[in-house]
């Protein structure tokens, strides 16, 4: 089955320091992976996607994620958090419907909370 | 540029009762999807239109019935709504039919509640 896993329900940050979010797919051929940021009481907001080439991906707001196909994970990063940065992020993988569409499947979300 | 509007933004149902939550975009998008959001279990695809004039099930259509009315607006209806079906609800739309590589935009949810 096509999908994707969010291991943490929770990561907890201080302020300043690095971090990561992580995210596991499982996809058949080639995927195509996915980030999105939910500020509460909002909807998703896109913050960047791998489709192919270079396997650091950068995004909105200061975020990178990183490709690795052999561990076959998309991890989230930023070099120094904020606190403006706690919010809900959704890893998401496209799949293929029974139909032949092509949609995005989203992973459970993790919380993350950056301590002043 | 409004983006993706739904609405109502809250509504509280008695169990039975039925209601339609409208959902319009002014991008010129070709595709809209509904999506529930439950806490612990993500976002779950409920209907999608992957252009104007089709729709299809998504991973939790039960219960639901949809409506591209055209190409701006898709509509989610609840023939009789149980408490099941408390959940924040999305609406969102991305601009191509094909691929699944574009950019999904969402709106800002509706909270529904049935009691």
């Known amino acids: 089955a096509q999908s994707v896993a969010q291991p943490e329900d929770q990561v907890n940050v201080a302020e300043g320091n690095p971090l990561t979010v992580k995210c596991t797919y499982s996809?058949?051929?080639?995927?195509?992976l996915f980030w999105y940021v939910q500020y509460p009481n909002r909807g998703l907001q896109f913050l960047l996607k791998?489709?192919?080439?270079?396997?650091l991906v950068k995004g909105s707001y200061g975020f990178e994620a990183e490709f690795n196909k052999s561990q076959t994970s998309f991890h989230l990063k930023k070099p120094s958090a904020l606190v403006s940065d706690s919010a809900l992020y959704f890893c998401?993988?496209?799949?293929?419907?029974?139909?032949?569409?092509?949609?995005?499947?989203f992973g459970r979300g993790t919380s993350l909370i950056v301590h002043p | 540029n409004a983006g993706v509007t739904q609405t109502p933004k809250f509504q509280v149902l008695k169990t039975g009762q039925s209601m339609t939550l409208q959902c319009a975009q002014d991008?010129?998008?070709?595709?809209m999807y509904w999506y529930r959001q439950d806490p612990g279990m993500g976002l779950r695809l409920i209907y999608y239109?992957?252009?104007?004039?089709?729709?299809d099930k998504g991973e939790v259509p039960n219960g639901y019935n949809v409506s591209r009315l055209n190409k701006r607006e898709f509509s989610l209806r609840l023939e009789s709504a149980a408490p099941s079906q408390t959940s924040v609800y999305f609406c969102?739309?991305?601009?191509?039919?094909?691929?699944?590589?574009?950019?999904?935009?969402f709106g800002e949810g509706s909270w529904l509640t049935v009691v």
């Open positions: 239109s992957a252009s104007e004039g089709t729709t």
């Open positions: 998401a993988v496209r799949v293929v419907t029974s139909g032949g569409s092509y949609i995005p499947t």
């Open positions: 996809v058949s051929g080639n995927p195509y």
């Open positions: 991008m010129n998008h070709n595709s």
């Open positions: 969102a739309s991305s601009p191509k039919s094909t691929g699944g590589l574009d950019t999904i935009y």
């Open positions: 791998y489709i192919t080439g270079d396997n």
